[in-house]
């Protein structure tokens, strides 16, 4: 109780004081601010990044038709392998427990024209269950279906990269172009994916039926690619385990002349990345944070200075060095609270307006702005300590005749 | 109310040491109103800083309404100043950015107890010292008579033993300072001891008792037949525009 009514006074003494209290607690507020900002963009750009890898592909595992080398960092098909069928997809697809989808792929690049222009590309084959272990879904039009690859009609998606270099303002679905010298029909246009973590820009691609494309374009019986998807995300390690034994197991006696890409081990790596550079971020903005804890300081000393005569007089009055401790130690967590919750509401709507700007997803993540009122108040009595205990040390009667 | 016995005070200072309280006994009762009095250097500010419990003397017993002042550690002593004794200071000392009822208010802070009725003790104080229409007023607002006057009224608040007044008149002029020593004649007709520390005999001459001081020892301790009266020389004072 008596806590609080000496809290009460310090409040009306600090409000008397405006500009000096608003600047000590701007200085914290800022720091706030800038740290429960910089988290807000930071996982913003992670949320971004996870719906990214997402969008690949839910659980998905990767089988590629030759050893893959690291160059780096990524892994580079340096030979090609002509030992993968689709009936391994099926194999595994029917023998993995782990396993709930599996495609065969066939990809190739292209020169694709329709009139007078022409676009490079990359056509792809995928059966009618590969659509749906990449999560591919059409903007407009349709997708193509398990008939029109089993009568491997020439009907091909489009990604919206392609759609707009071939057709520029205009609807493509119904019309026809040319792969290579291959008419096709447009029976859809893809929902825009962006670039992947490699930089290549997923919407650039014209996706056919795997039929089709082994048989009518490529005119191969091997494919390079088994897309896989798991029961669940836990389960990758398990289901890679499962299908590179049932691999090699089909291989029997030969070198091993496959790769298994790992949707999980993408993720964690991207994750790390983005974590490093949150922590860098966020230091960053805990080094604002402390300036402003140092503003506290030089607030507080300054007013154990100016108040020395009123130390004095409080200790005559009964005030023990406690008290007084306690007193300055409070005005200097009431600074750094107020600056504290400023800042988060100040950092909050910072982030609003940064998303509303469009300048970077950012995403408020409320024990970030626990943890920045939790660091301003910890700031505030590190650095409310000293002026604090200072202003317990002095001798009354001194403090009395101070000037 | 006051037994102070061979007080001594010495300071050191590196290899010198100076004594500057040697050996001081004397006894104030209760309701007794009396004047220390002495230049600057004598040891009054010393003496003075002892009585209300600011410091420790080196040697010697000092008790104060029947509780020992010196062989107490600081917080008990903090406690004592609290309960016992009441400050006027020659500067004042009011907190200039809370009004005058806060100031008053503010020894109830640091009391054991916080009474339920501080708000009205505070009230009450105030009038006593004729300042209740200037109760939401801050410092800087009043004159320096009527400042003083509140820190008389704060000093009061707690209903302490002893007021112990230092220089209360030093920095008024002198209607300001007669109508203090007024208060002060009034509060000891109603029974209140006070010891007030000064260097000037006519200020000293409003007690009924004068101590004299020189060089760290009472020199001179005698009764005051006829204190000069405040009310009246108030009275002679011309109000001045």
């Not at chain 1, 429960?36 to 930071?42: D, E, I, T, Y």
């Not at chain 1, 992670?46 to 690949?56: D, G």
């Not at chain 1, 970077?360 to 700031?379: E, H, I, K, M, Y």
């Not at chain 2, 008790?63 to 309960?83: I, P």
């Amino acid at each position: 109780m008596r806590f609080l009514r000496v809290l009460a006074l310090s409040c009306s003494l600090l409000a008397a004081h405006k500009l000096r209290t608003l600047l000590s607690v701007l200085g914290v507020a800022v720091g706030v601010a800038a740290v429960l900002l910089m988290v807000s963009v930071g996982r913003g750009a992670e949320e971004r990044l996870l719906a990214r890898i997402r969008a690949m592909g839910t659980n998905l595992l990767v089988v590629n038709a030759a050893p893959a080398r690291i160059v780096a960092g990524r892994a580079r098909q340096s030979e090609i392998a002509t030992t993968l069928f689709p009936a391994d997809a099926q194999a595994i697809v029917d023998h993995c427990r782990w396993i709930v989808r599996s495609a065969p792929a066939v990809s190739r690049p292209y020169l694709t024209t329709r009139e007078s222009r022409t676009w490079k590309t990359t056509v792809v084959g995928l059966p009618e269950e590969g659509l749906r272990i990449r999560n591919l879904a059409v903007r407009s039009g349709r997708a193509f279906d398990a008939e029109d690859d089993r009568v491997r009609r020439r009907v091909a998606i489009l990604g919206p990269t392609v759609a707009g270099n071939l057709f520029g303002r205009e609807d493509p679905v119904g019309q026809s172009f040319l792969v290579g010298r291959v008419p096709f029909e447009v029976v859809g246009v893809t929902i825009p994916r962006g670039v992947d973590a490699n930089g290549t820009d997923q919407d650039d691609a014209v996706i056919i039926p795997l039929e089709t494309a082994m048989r009518r374009l490529f005119n191969v019986t091997s494919i390079q690619t088994i897309l896989l998807e798991a029961a669940s995300l836990e389960a990758l390690g398990a289901a890679e385990a499962e299908v590179r034994g049932l691999l090699r197991e089909r291989r029997r006696g030969h070198r091993e002349d496959f790769t298994v890409q790992n949707q999980a081990l993408l993720l964690a790596a991207q994750r790390e990345a983005s974590r490093s550079m949150k922590r860098l971020i966020g230091s960053v903005a805990g080094v604002a944070l402390l300036v402003g804890g140092v503003g506290i300081l030089a607030v507080m000393l300054i007013g154990v200075r100016e108040r020395t005569r009123e130390i004095g007089l409080r200790r005559a009055l009964g005030a023990r060095r406690r008290d007084v401790l306690v007193q300055f130690l409070s005005e200097a967590l009431l600074l750094a609270g107020g600056g504290g919750v400023l800042g988060v509401l100040a950092g909050a709507a910072a982030g609003a307006a940064v998303s509303a700007l469009g300048l970077a997803d950012t995403r408020l993540s409320w024990p970030a702005g626990a943890f920045g009122f939790g660091f301003a108040l910890a700031v505030g009595l590190v650095f409310g300590i000293y002026p604090a205990a200072r202003a317990a040390r002095l001798e009354p009667v001194r403090a009395l005749r101070a000037d | 109310m006051i037994e102070i016995e061979n007080l001594v005070k010495t300071y050191e200072t590196g290899q010198t040491r100076t004594e500057v309280l040697k050996g001081i006994s004397f006894r104030v009762g209760k309701g007794e109103y009396a004047a220390l009095m002495g230049a600057s250097g004598t040891g009054k500010s010393t003496l003075l800083n002892i009585l209300g419990g600011l410091d420790k003397p080196t040697s010697g017993r000092y008790l104060l309404d029947g509780e020992d002042m010196v062989n107490v550690n600081d917080d008990t002593l903090s406690r004592l100043r609290n309960r016992k004794i009441g400050f006027v200071f020659q500067q004042f000392h009011l907190l200039d950015r809370a009004n005058v009822h806060r100031n008053v208010l503010l020894p109830f802070l640091y009391a054991d107890g916080y009474p339920a009725d501080a708000r009205e003790r505070a009230e009450r104080a105030v009038a006593a010292v004729g300042l209740a229409d200037r109760i939401s007023y801050r410092p800087s607002q009043l004159s320096g008579g009527q400042q003083q006057r509140v820190a008389i009224a704060r000093a009061l608040v707690g209903d302490p033993a002893l007021l112990l007044a230092d220089e209360p008149t030093g920095n008024l002029d002198a209607r300001n300072g007669a109508e203090v020593l007024a208060i002060f004649q009034r509060l000891n007709r109603e029974g209140r001891t006070i010891v007030l520390v000064t260097h000037d005999a006519a200020v000293a001459e409003h007690a009924g008792r004068v101590l004299v001081m020189r060089d760290g020892r009472i020199v001179e301790d005698r009764k005051v037949t006829q204190p000069r009266d405040a009310e009246a020389e108030l009275r002679a004072i011309p109000v001045t525009p």
